[in-house]
């Protein structure tokens, strides 16, 4: 997600690659490495490992998130499937609702875009949950079952953890059919496969 060659993945520059992309049905996943060498945004106001990668994961998603919906790499691209993966979820909804309310401001939407940056996430994005994220029943409602991909290899530093399913499966407050979407739904629609 992190600035390549000081551009913004939303910048037109990389157009060729985002109209590739749609043409070979490619989904594109942006997953942050805080240690990359990339420019990443407020690590450098913090010393301690733990709150860069708080950070660096979650900040970077969110500026890719909003350049690629802004920019108007969705709008551009109406087939384009684009995942924003292993920074957590909750902070998609309030983003959402920023670039939404800043869209509907007309002295401040300069974005050129023809729907409003949730109706485009709805078509073409995709967020990842870690299984103990809290606010997991609420923005399947908001945002849809069906566009989460849930984290598979959480705790990150021991691999694939095979109790990861059933701490989605056992969560009282989640429908069966939320359960359904979460566990398989959303990668099955992510990746095209019917």
């Not at 060729?16 to 043409?23: I, L």
């Not at 420019?39 to 660096?56: N, Y």
């Amino acid at each position: 997600p992190n600035p390549y060659n000081g551009k913004m993945a939303g910048h037109r520059d990389y157009d060729p690659f985002w109209q590739t992309a749609q043409d070979l049905d490619f989904c594109i996943g942006f997953h942050e490495g805080g240690a990359s060498g990339m420019p990443t945004v407020g690590v450098d106001r913090f010393e301690s490992r733990g709150a860069k990668h708080i950070i660096s994961h979650t900040m970077e998603m969110m500026l890719v998130a909003m350049s690629v919906i802004w920019d108007g790499v969705c709008d551009r691209y109406p087939s384009i499937r684009i995942a924003f993966l292993e920074s957590g979820g909750g902070w998609i909804a309030p983003w959402l609702d920023r670039m939404d309310r800043h869209f509907d401001d007309k002295g401040f939407n300069d974005s050129g875009l023809s729907m409003r940056p949730s109706e485009l996430f709805q078509r073409n994005c995709w967020i990842s949950f870690e299984p103990v994220e809290g606010s997991l029943n609420v923005l399947a409602d908001y945002i849809g079952a069906d566009k989460i991909l849930w984290a598979t290899d959480y705790p990150h530093p021991d691999g694939f953890f095979p109790g990861a399913p059933n701490m989605i499966a056992d969560r009282p407050e989640l429908s069966d059919a939320t359960k359904a979407q979460v566990l398989g739904g959303g990668a099955m629609k992510f990746y095209g496969i019917n």
